[in-house]
């Protein structure tokens, strides 16, 4: 299986980006999709989580209600709308794949290779 992600880049602060991870070889939609971030000295953050069917969302406090997780099961996508940006959300931000609940957790988890975004004037 493979998670490739795109959609980063330089944005000012107050701009917005939305983030998109392709998966493809696995089901997609018996896997639970994450958002994660990383940096040098912050070290690695859950940003938003979305389950297999894509009703119940979760994410960072320092994210709420400026960024949005979904996910579309027919194109086997999942995508981080990320509003009113800050320079404090400069990473690099990685989508992760687990096995949901429905399925047997002896199945892997994916990462994708990252996309970098810079909120800088």
């Known amino acids: 299986g493979q998670l490739v992600e795109s959609g980063g880049g330089l944005v000012q602060p107050g701009g917005s980006l939305r983030l998109s991870c392709a998966a493809s070889?696995?089901?997609?939609?018996?896997?639970?999709m994450r958002w994660y971030r990383q940096t040098p000295e912050k070290g690695r953050e859950l940003v938003a989580s979305i389950n297999d069917n894509g009703i119940r969302q979760t994410y960072a406090d320092s994210v709420k209600g400026r960024f949005a997780i979904s996910r579309d099961n027919n194109k086997d996508s999942v995508y981080l709308q990320m509003n009113s940006l800050k320079p404090d959300d400069t990473a690099v931000y990685y989508c992760q794949a687990v096995p949901s609940p429905q399925i047997s957790q002896s199945n892997p988890t994916y990462w994708g290779q990252g996309t970098q975004v810079t909120v800088s004037s």
């Open positions: 070889g696995f089901t997609f939609r018996f896997y639970v």
